[in-house]
């Protein structure tokens, strides 16, 4: 199983990204699914999840300007980022949880310029 995750880069605040997760060797199905992120000197925290049974759920940071979702094939996860400020600068990374086990994208840098 693998997770590949894209679409980082710089934006300016105010401005959207969308960010993209294929898996491959797996699809993310309706297993629980979710966007997680580390900030430089911080913690990983999660963003965004979307649980088993489809419910999403958002960091209060993120909430109204984020959304998680995933295409209906089940092979690509997405976030969408509106108004992005630069406290949302990131390394962001895609998870995946089945039951063989939890998996993780590699991260993609998103770096939010004032």
């Known amino acids: 199983v693998q997770l590949q995750a894209s679409g980082g880069g710089l934006v300016q605040a105010g401005g959207s990204m969308r960010l993209s997760c294929a898996a491959s060797?797996?699809?993310?199905?309706?297993?629980?699914v979710g966007w997680y992120r580390q900030a430089p000197g911080k913690q990983r925290e999660v963003v965004a999840r979307?649980?088993?049974?489809?419910?999403?759920d958002y960091a209060d940071a993120v909430k109204g300007r984020f959304t998680i979702s995933r295409d209906i094939r089940g092979n690509t996860l997405y976030l969408q980022m509106n108004s992005l400020k630069p406290e949302d600068t990131a390394i962001y990374y895609c998870?995946?949880?089945?039951?063989?086990?939890?998996?993780w994208g590699q991260g993609t840098m998103v770096t939010v310029s004032s």
């Open positions: 998870n995946l949880i089945k039951r063989t086990g939890q998996y």
């Open positions: 060797g797996t699809t993310f199905g309706l297993n629980a």
């Open positions: 979307i649980s088993s049974d489809r419910t999403s």
